[in-house]
């Protein structure tokens, strides 16, 4: 039998369920369909960094702000799905720490020198595998274990057909797919945007019975607090989409990586995932011109920081609010 939930989610990654647990907050019946397994927001850290991460890409002061807003929705969306919210902050290690902390200054971030390196509190986290699950389990979502094989629509209602057989019916669908290709039956001008997603392989490394205080970033690794341990990471790859861990990279990665914490090279769990990324780096969040169709895709590796953000947009598009100043940044249709 059919069911007809207000709004369907396909894809359980964080953007998918930050906007499933936003629509649900708002009073919405949430069906999140995935196929389970591990996906590219469980193999990763977990951070919540705008001041690292524009750093990092060298970003412009206007990309930084974007991101420390994206930043200040946490506190809330965290409060009130069940999310520890972690503020340790983040250190920067290596020979340019003094242009670093100018950079950071320059951005506008709170930063300070310490022994080595720069330390910022601009940069929080959360642990994935329980923010997934809390997220998971906020009252008004319904996760259904499926692949998706095809869906339609016409202007009152989408049809959305598991591989299985089963069918949901939903005037909402909102397509959180990560960097997959485009599920059949999607407009075409849909279906180009999401063939454009840049697939980047990414691999980072658990290690059981380590610590760190906090984040710990230098070039070319870094070195996260993790359940039970650290993981450190992480390789980009673009154009890859097998999830065969490269161990090679591992290696050398994880020797830096444990040299920020003074240890010696000892092996780690490597953990694989294929992240999607726009030519921006900014995910595709909010309508699409077909009615009803919602997309939450490609955050590059900035998915958990932009969880909230994209939920908010998201939810807004579906409601037919006025949308929020930052939606244009993430507007589907920036590129066509």
Known sequence: MASSPDVIVIGAGVLGLCSAAEL???????????????NASA??????????????????????????????????????HGLKLRREGADWRGDDAGAALDRLTALGFEAEA????VRTSEDWRVEVGPGLTALA?????????????????DSRRWRVEAADGRVWF?????????????????????AARIAAIQPIKGQLSYFAGLSAPAVIR?????????????????????????????????????????GLLGLETREGVARVGIRGATPDGLPLAGPTEAEGLH?????????????????????????GMTPVPDAAALDPARFD
């Open 43 to 80: 193999v990763a850290a977990g951070m919540i960094a705008p001041a690292m991460e524009s750093l990092l890409d060298e970003t412009t002061p206007e990309r930084a702000a974007l991101l420390r807003r994206a930043r200040d929705l946490w506190p809330s969306f965290a409060e009130t």
């Open 137 to 153: 389990r906020v009252p008004g979502v319904s996760v259904v274990r499926a692949t998706v094989a095809r869906v339609s629509g």
């Open 170 to 190: 939903t005037p909402s669908l909102v397509v959180a797919t990560g960097a997959a290709t485009a599920i059949e039956g999607l407009p075409l001008d849909v």
């Open 114 to 117: 310490i022994d080595g390196g």
């Open 24 to 38: 649900a907050a708002r009073g919405h019946a949430v069906t999140v369909i995935d196929p389970g397994g591990a």
């Open 218 to 258: 230098a070039e070319g690794a870094y070195v996260a607090p993790a359940e039970g341990g650290v993981v450190i990471g992480a390789t980009m790859q673009p154009g890859e989409r097998d999830l065969a861990p490269d161990m090679d990279a591992a290696q050398g990665q994880t020797s830096k990586g444990l």
């Open 295 to 319: 997309l939450a895709l490609a955050p590059r590796r900035n998915g958990w920081l932009l969880g909230p953000m994209v939920a908010r947009v998201v939810a807004d598009g579906i409601e």
